[in-house]
């Protein structure tokens, strides 16, 4: 992705050719700033302080934290512990899960000389497929968004909706919800996004509106409820949302707000979709109530931080003193309300049966 005159990817090697840099997430809008990772406690930070999230850039990052650990200490035992501190970081999102075991799995095939050098070469051909996933995502969801156009007989837009942030902040580049529009927006079609803002973490306003507009891409961020009433005035054309876990039958995890705006989609006919690389896929588990919700700490629902006219990032409490708060960070949509899974193999029913026929192999793995 292009800030500036420069590209990025959202995790690299530093110059020093084994320092894992990352973009401070937690710094955007208003700043854009790289952290030096060192060790596998600093990766582990990084993912707990959402420096680094998106469910694709979370495995990354675990996959770079796991070399890191290698590099000071390639033991077995170290290399069960440090998959064990990475993977208690964060509970709902399966690539997470994922990487460490391709890791794991990986580096016990390996004497422990030569650790170091393979956990670094298998973290970056992790990185380079989910490029590679996510720009086909980008072809695949394209096709969709071109279809919608024409059917709607090429409005002077197209109004997409998406939820929470699924670009390429949230994955090593492209993104999985955002790669379809960048590139349809790139072949020409006049998209619009409309961008909840995301509470509580403003994950929307502060990071999809952010990437949507060094690309270029016309946008207006709203408020998270907004959206149905959009729908109700056919000012929304299609919703397209990202996934941290999918299970083996379509249902979807995803940032807590996604379901409602399921229903006012199902509501109103407008056409639902899901991003994800088989990555996010989970195969074991058959129904989105099995799925681990992770539960964050309050004060990211009481406090919010934002820049003062003066220029300077201030954090403020919104809440009484004394009131509680919960802050459940995901929540989960049922396939019968979604219309179709985007996929780096193309797209298909939110169902058993839809998945297999792209994903063959997982047969046998795949809960009934």
Same mark, same amino acid.
């Given at each position: 992705?292009?800030?500036g005159t420069?590209l990025?990817?959202?995790?690299?090697?530093?110059?020093?050719?084994?320092?894992?840099?990352?973009?401070?997430?937690?710094?955007?809008?208003?700043?854009?700033?790289?952290?030096?990772?060192?060790t596998?406690?600093?990766?582990?930070?990084?993912?707990?302080a959402?420096?680094?999230?998106?469910?694709?850039?979370?495995?990354?990052?675990?996959?770079?934290?796991?070399a890191?650990?290698?590099?000071?200490d390639? @033991?077995?035992?170290?290399?069960?512990?440090?998959?064990?501190?990475l993977?208690?970081?964060?509970?709902t999102?399966?690539?997470?899960?994922?990487?460490?075991?391709?890791?794991?799995?990986h580096?016990?095939?390996?004497?422990p000389?030569?650790?170091?050098?393979?956990?670094?070469?298998?973290a970056?051909?992790?990185?380079d497929?989910?490029?590679?996933?996510?720009?086909?995502?980008?072809?695949?969801?394209?096709g969709?968004?071109k279809?919608?156009?024409?059917?709607?007989?090429?409005?002077?837009?197209l109004?997409?909706?998406?939820?929470c942030?699924?670009?390429?902040?949230?994955?090593?580049?492209?993104?999985t919800?955002?790669?379809?529009?960048?590139a349809?927006?790139?072949g020409?079609?006049?998209?619009?996004?409309?961008?909840?803002?995301?509470r509580?973490?403003?994950?929307g306003? @502060?990071?999809?509106?952010?990437?949507?507009?060094?690309?270029?891409v016309?946008h207006?961020?709203?408020?998270?409820?907004?959206?149905?009433?959009?729908m109700?005035?056919?000012?929304?054309?299609?919703?397209?949302?990202?996934?941290?876990r999918?299970?083996?039958?379509?249902?979807?995890c995803?940032?807590?707000?996604?379901?409602?705006?399921?229903?006012?989609?199902?509501?109103?006919?407008?056409?639902?979709?899901?991003?994800?690389?088989?990555?996010?896929?989970?195969w074991?588990?058959?129904?989105?109530?099995?799925?681990?919700?992770?539960e964050?700490?309050?004060?990211?629902?009481t406090?919010?931080?934002?820049?003062?006219?003066?220029?300077?990032?201030?954090?403020?409490?919104?809440?009484?003193?004394?009131?509680?708060?919960?802050?459940?960070?995901?929540?989960?949509?049922?396939?019968?309300?979604?219309?179709?899974?985007?996929?780096e193999?193309?797209?298909?029913?939110a169902?058993?049966?839809?998945?297999?026929?792209?994903?063959?192999?997982?047969?046998?793995?795949?809960?009934?």
């Open positions: 992705m292009k800030i420069h990025y990817r959202t995790i690299w090697l530093a110059d020093d050719g084994w320092r894992v840099q990352v973009i401070d997430q937690t710094r955007l809008p208003f700043e854009f700033a790289t952290v030096a990772l060192s596998v406690q600093e990766a582990a930070e990084a993912i707990r959402m420096t680094v999230r998106g469910a694709p850039l979370i495995g990354a990052t675990a996959a770079y934290g796991m890191l650990a290698m590099r000071t390639s @033991s077995d035992k170290n290399l069960h512990e440090s998959a064990l501190l993977r208690q970081t964060r509970p999102a399966v690539n997470l899960a994922w990487a460490l075991e391709d890791m794991r799995a580096l016990h095939k390996c004497p000389s030569e650790r170091t050098d393979a956990a670094y070469a298998r970056a051909t992790i990185c497929n989910d490029i590679a996933q996510c720009r086909a995502i980008g072809e695949h969801g394209a969709i968004i279809r919608l156009w024409d059917e709607t007989k090429r409005p002077k837009q109004n997409v909706l998406t939820h942030n699924a670009g390429w902040l949230a994955c090593v580049d492209w993104g919800a955002l790669a379809p529009i960048y349809a927006y790139d020409g079609i006049p998209v619009h996004v409309w961008v909840d803002e995301t509580p973490r403003n994950q306003a @502060s990071l999809t509106a952010f990437e949507l507009g060094a690309h270029g016309p207006t961020v709203i408020a998270d409820n907004t959206g149905g009433h959009l109700q005035h056919d000012q929304v054309h299609m919703v397209i949302v990202g996934s941290d999918t299970t083996a039958h379509g249902d979807v995803n940032k807590v707000g996604t379901y409602l705006k399921a229903l006012a989609a199902h509501d109103n006919g407008v056409p639902f979709y899901a991003a994800l690389p088989s990555t996010t896929i989970d074991t588990m058959g129904s989105g109530s099995e799925i681990p919700i992770e964050r700490d309050p004060r990211e629902l406090h919010i931080a934002g820049r003062t006219a003066a220029g300077s990032i201030e954090t403020v409490q919104i809440v009484p003193d004394g009131s509680a708060a919960l802050n459940i960070a995901f929540d989960v949509t049922p396939a019968r309300y979604v219309t179709g899974l985007i996929t193999r193309g797209v298909c029913k169902s058993r049966v839809g998945l297999l026929g792209l994903y063959p192999e997982r047969a046998k793995e795949a809960v009934e």
